[in-house]
């Protein structure tokens, strides 16, 4: 039975009614409602076209019709349980493989990035014995109760901060501890992790794990300095716990020179755990963790099965083979890197010209920008990022903002952002600026 289309009031009106009023809207104050959407373009119900900026989850595009007729052929054949055995979850884990250090070699399906977190928490904290976790600030890492307790972005809203829980400073060379004109951010970062892990063993607590996310995101689209990951993990490994990379937003080739982000820390850098979730299905549920052989054995050995009733069935894997697929044969990180550098060009250009953009910074497309109400002691233009967003909205462009003082405008966009949408974004960034300083 085909449903009624309704008004956008009466929509509105019934998600009030029917839906928790927790789960927010973008754009709260004037939703936007969508009704369909192609590659980075987004329709509402009167066939306007907006800019999608936001959608990092439909990866390769909205609608992709690989993806959508890869989904409908699979679900035609067959979408079992997955205690069956099956071609599609062995075929999909060796190209996932194939992205990875070699190290990185046993997998575990599931469905969404908190259930991958909540996963790796339960793998690192079996293999090391160990209980404690050590997180950046700002982190979020999913919303499971496991993982609000290791998030600060959530539980410094909630009940507060668990025991096991220890928060190191986030690296960011903007506005952080360490800055830019740091000889060495990314030791002098590592040492206070180090300084973290000494606290906990004078405490009489012993670390399971580091979890990071690649490049933190919520905390205002921080890219860390090079070498933070390799001190981090040599000083975690020798107090007994594991790394662990969250990649549930960065990877995928969103960086462009890299499949995962964790690997612009070099060759010589390998997490012992890697989560991964949003784009892998490109808006189907699919997530998964991956980590090493010793891990995972000593997961089995606790005697107790892991059964996931979604995780892997072959519906999912079809489909992340099909995402696979799109990202190779459209070199989707080839367009990564030429628009993101073009992205960044103009948004540094911007920054010469208006005093309001106190930073830009990025890799691929993950890229940021920061407005300050000064460029000296920093202040967040918290007030001016929520009018520039909204005004950009009404020129039919959707960004969204992140950071702890929400001054971060963040471009996360499906991987088939062109220059011409770079340029049409920036001129409008421009134009809104220049009227937001002139006290319009
Ligand atoms: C870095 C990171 N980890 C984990 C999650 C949780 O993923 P999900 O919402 O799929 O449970 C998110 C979601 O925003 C995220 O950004």
């Not at 079992?80 to 599609?88: C, S, V």
């Not at 469905?111 to 790796?120: H, Y």
């Not at 691929?364 to 109400?373: A, H, I, S, W, Y």
């Amino acid at each position: 039975m085909a449903l009624e289309t309704l008004q956008k009031e009466q929509t509105l009106k019934m998600r009030k009614q029917l839906i928790g009023q927790s789960c927010r809207l973008f754009f709260s104050h004037d939703p936007v409602k969508i009704v369909r959407a192609q590659a980075q373009y987004l329709y509402d119900e009167n066939g306007m076209q907006y800019l999608d900026c936001i959608s990092n989850v439909q990866h390769v595009g909205h609608c992709h019709p690989h993806i959508t007729q890869a989904a409908a052929a699979q679900m035609e054949l067959l979408n079992a349980n997955t205690r069956f055995l099956h071609d599609n979850i062995v075929q999909y884990a060796k190209r996932l493989a194939a992205t990875l250090p070699k190290k990185l070699s046993v997998f575990y399906f599931v469905n969404s990035g908190s259930e991958a977190n909540d996963l790796a928490l339960r793998l690192a904290r079996q293999y090391t014995q160990n209980e404690d976790v050590i997180v950046l600030d700002h982190a979020y890492h999913g919303h499971l109760t496991s993982l609000i307790d290791i998030s600060p972005y959530k539980f410094r809203k909630l009940a507060g901060q668990k025991e096991w829980v220890h928060v190191a400073p986030v690296p960011d060379t903007y506005r952080g501890l360490y800055r830019a004109d740091h000889p060495n951010p990314a030791e002098a970062y590592a040492n206070t992790v180090k300084n973290l892990i000494d606290e906990v063993h004078k405490k009489g607590r012993k670390i399971s794990s580091f979890f990071v996310e690649s490049l933190p995101s919520v905390a205002g689209q921080i890219i860390l300095p090079l070498g933070y990951f390799q001190k981090v993990a040599q000083y975690i490994r020798a107090a007994g716990g594991v790394f662990v990379a969250d990649e549930v937003q960065t990877g995928f080739g969103r960086v462009g020179s890299h499949f995962w982000a964790f690997q612009l820390h070099g060759e010589d850098f390998c997490p012992d755990i890697v989560t991964m979730g949003k784009p892998m299905g490109n808006g189907h549920p699919l997530s998964c963790v991956v980590t090493t052989e010793e891990i995972a054995a000593a997961f089995t050995d606790n005697g107790v099965e892991y059964f996931n009733t979604f995780g892997g069935n072959p519906v999912s894997c079809a489909i992340g083979l099909a995402v696979l697929d799109v990202i190779e044969k459209e070199d989707l990180r080839s367009n990564a890197v030429h628009v993101g550098n073009h992205l960044m060009k103009l948004l540094r250009e911007l920054q010469a010209k208006h005093q309001i953009i106190g930073d830009v910074r990025g890799v691929g497309l993950f890229v940021g920008f920061e407005l300050v109400k000064d460029r000296v002691d920093l202040t967040p233009a918290t007030e001016e990022t929520a009018l520039l967003v909204r005004r950009l909205k009404e020129k039919y462009i959707c960004l969204s903002t992140d950071g702890p003082g929400e001054n971060v405008v963040k471009f996360k966009p499906p991987m088939c952002f062109s220059k011409q949408d770079a340029e049409r974004v920036t001129e409008h960034i421009d134009q809104i600026l220049t009227e937001i300083e002139g006290g319009l």
